[in-house]
């Protein structure tokens, strides 16, 4: 497999390179850009970013490509500046996506935190049950934030669908958001393990090329996206022939698109920086997170139950308020950094863990043996025989801004004591005990559906 392209900056500024895109028949472009004293503020209209042919998506997929993910850039943007604008501060007019969401309202709440941040704006999809404020409100409510940050001055509530062309919105409402803006901050989307990339693709794939529009309407914006470690899980080609399953799913492999797209948009001078996030856990303090509608937990819970756990490393994971401290940090520097991935430190093992499960560390084989004993194969397949590798291939060192960690953190199983604490108490106060079960019934999933989590996710909340 030849390796993959992430892009480049290459010659003077000005001037037009042309780079195989990949298929051996179609060349990529990368532009670079006038001076600012030459820079217009374009309006984006009619033109488009696109991948260079209907399916590239599909095809890099399929070959474990990613320069194939290349996009092209709409022709009118050589004559002005991907890079930024000349301005003294970045960060200060924010636009959040997924805000309702378990990092957004935290991000949400972080940014007003901030005196140099003088408004935050948080794009929420309405529906008919509840009116994109009931949102925001329930998400404060649920993990124990100031119920304030709703009427806070600098905060603001739009109506809208973040992959949509033009946000669903009116011209004249889409083109005051465009000219406010300069930092956008992408932590919306689905989350759930079951959906195929196909499904997933429409949204939240095709759905970035209207983001990519927005980033460079009117003014340049940087553009900060929540991703995922998840996409290291694909390293040869094989990794993109194994069958979808809750470790390779179409979740991991939208992940790996996306960034894989928005590197090569960065090498092309876009002001982008991807986040790649682990699992995202409770607060350092509150410790509270969606709880069971994470499979983290789910996974947690039934090793918990066994009373065993297999030896090695511990899944890397995030506190959340880590998470948007890193992310806050990076968008008010005059460099973002193109890559962070906020992890917490001390690289932890499942040995260091295993008092607070109230765990025996055994052999892998022993821990597969007891578990085959209390849940059907479906099951099973959340436990690949290579499993221990797959964590190896996404416990990945961390990188966050200048300035790194900034913050003391307690010892690791401190940490999951309050999360374990907060679990319990909500399991036995919504009468759960029960997920996961770890009886051997013949409807057992071997992951939730997302009615399910749905419900799950619901019910443990605080």
């Excluded at 009116?170 to 499904?199: K, P």
């Excluded at 099973?380 to 291939?393: A, C, G, Q, T, V």
Aim: aromatic share 10%.
């Amino acid at each position: 497999m030849p390796p993959c392209s992430r892009g480049g900056h290459s010659g003077p500024r000005g001037t037009l390179h042309t780079k195989d895109g990949g298929n051996g028949k179609r060349g990529g472009r990368s532009f670079t850009f006038p001076s600012n004293g030459t820079r217009k503020r374009w309006k984006m209209t009619g033109e488009a970013f696109s991948f260079p042919s209907k399916f590239a998506d599909i095809v890099a997929l399929d070959r474990g490509d990613e320069r194939f993910l290349r996009p092209l850039v709409p022709a009118r943007l050589r004559e002005c500046d991907l890079g930024s604008e000349p301005r003294e501060r970045w960060g200060e007019n924010v636009l959040v996506l997924g805000g309702n969401g378990f990092i957004g309202i935290h991000l949400i709440e972080r940014l007003l935190r901030d005196p140099k941040v003088a408004q935050v704006t948080a794009l929420v999809r309405p529906c008919r049950t509840s009116s994109p404020r009931s949102k925001i409100e329930a998400a404060l409510r649920a993990y124990d934030l100031d119920a304030g940050i709703a009427r806070n001055e600098r905060f603001r509530i739009v109506a809208g669908f973040p992959m949509r062309k033009r946000f669903g919105l009116r011209a004249a409402q889409y083109r005051d958001l465009s000219e406010g803006v300069d930092t956008i901050i992408h932590a919306a989307g689905s989350t759930s393990y079951t959906a195929s990339y196909l499904s997933l693709r429409p949204r939240w794939v095709l759905g970035m090329f209207h983001l990519l529009h927005f980033a460079l309407d009117r003014r340049v914006k940087q553009l900060c996206y929540v991703g995922s470690t998840i996409a290291h899980l694909y390293r040869e080609r094989e990794d993109f022939q194994r069958p979808d399953s809750w470790w390779f799913s179409g979740y991991a492999q939208m992940k790996w698109v996306i960034q894989g797209m928005l590197r090569h948009l960065q090498g092309m001078g876009m002001r982008i920086s991807v986040c790649e996030a682990p699992y995202v856990l409770g607060g350092i303090e509150g410790a509270r997170d969606p709880g069971l509608h994470y499979s983290f937990w789910r996974m947690a819970l039934l090793v918990k139950r066994l009373g065993v756990m297999w030896p090695g490393k511990f899944p890397a994971f995030v506190p959340v308020d880590l998470l948007v401290e890193a992310l806050v940090r990076n968008i008010g520097h005059a460099r973002l950094e193109p890559l962070i991935r906020p992890i917490f430190p001390g690289n932890p093992t499942m040995a260091d863990l295993s008092g607070v499960f109230g765990c025996r560390v055994v052999p892998w084989e022993d821990f597969m043996k007891r578990l085959k004993r209390v849940v059907n194969r479906r099951y099973l397949r959340m436990f690949p025989p290579d499993m221990l590798e797959l964590i190896e291939r996404t416990n990945l060192p961390a990188i966050f801004p200048e300035g790194g960690l900034q913050r003391a953190l307690p010892p690791v199983e401190t940490l999951f004591s309050r999360y374990l604490d907060v679990l319990s108490r909500t399991l036995a106060r919504r009468d759960l005990l029960d997920i996961p079960s770890v009886r051997n019934t013949s409807d057992q999933a071997p992951f939730t559906s997302e009615k399910e989590t749905a419900r799950a996710s619901q019910a443990s909340r605080r």
